[in-house]
C-alpha cells in the first residue's frame, strides 16, 4: 500500500517483482485506487504486507491516530511499515496546532522524538539514514533524510 503515491516512484515499484501496488490518497488529484483517511482506514486489521508513506505524517491532523491506524492494517510479525517526515534539528516535535499554509499545509515539522512516537504506537523501530547521490536525488524530488522501517510487535 503506498500513501500519496509519488510517480517518480513508479519504476521503483515496478522492478519489485510479486509487489501489488494499492496506491491511496485523503484526495484524489492523484491517479489513486482509493480515497481514504489514515485517521480511520476502513481496511481489516492485520492484512497489509508493506506500507510506504513517504512525507504523509506532517499532513495528517492526528498523526498519532494514523500511526496507530497503519499499525493495525499491518500483518503481525511480518507487515512493514517504511516512513520518512520532514525534520528539523531539535528534540521535540514543533507542533503549529493548524495546517500551516506557508509550510505547505503541514500541522508539524518532526524532531528527534520521531521514532519514539512510532514506538508508542507499537512498532519496532529501525532508523536508516539515507543519503541519496545528487542525480537520484532531483530525479525523485528527494533529499538525504532518516527512513524508519517499522514492524508492528507482537501483542503481549
Not at 70 to 95: C, K, Q
Not at 106 to 121: M, N, P, T, V
Not at 132 to 148: H, L, M, N, Q, V
Amino acid at each position: 500500500m503506498i500513501f500519496a503515491p509519488e510517480r517518480a516512484f513508479d519504476s521503483v515499484w515496478e522492478q519489485m517483482e510479486g509487489l501489488r501496488v494499492f496506491r491511496v490518497d485523503y484526495e484524489r488529484i492523484r491517479d489513486v485506487d482509493a480515497q481514504v483517511d489514515l485517521q480511520q482506514l476502513g481496511l481489516a486489521s492485520d492484512a497489509i504486507d508493506f506500507v510506504w508513506c513517504h512525507q504523509v505524517l506532517e499532513h495528517i491532523e492526528d498523526d498519532l491516530a494514523a500511526m496507530r491506524e497503519l499499525n493495525r492494517i499491518l500483518r503481525s510479525g511480518t507487515g512493514e511499515l517504511v516512513v520518512s517526515v520532514p525534520m528539523v534539528e531539535a528534540l521535540d516535535t514543533i507542533e503549529y496546532g493548524f495546517a500551516d499554509p506557508k509550510e505547505s499545509g503541514h500541522w508539524r515539522i518532526y524532531g528527534e522524538d520521531f521514532a519514539a512516537k512510532l514506538e508508542a504506537s507499537g512498532f519496532e523501530v529501525n532508523r536508516i539514514d539515507f543519503v541519496i547521490p545528487e542525480k537520484e536525488a532531483i530525479r525523485f524530488g528527494t533529499s538525504d533524510e532518516p527512513f524508519y522501517v517499522c514492524r508492528k510487535l507482537p501483542k503481549k
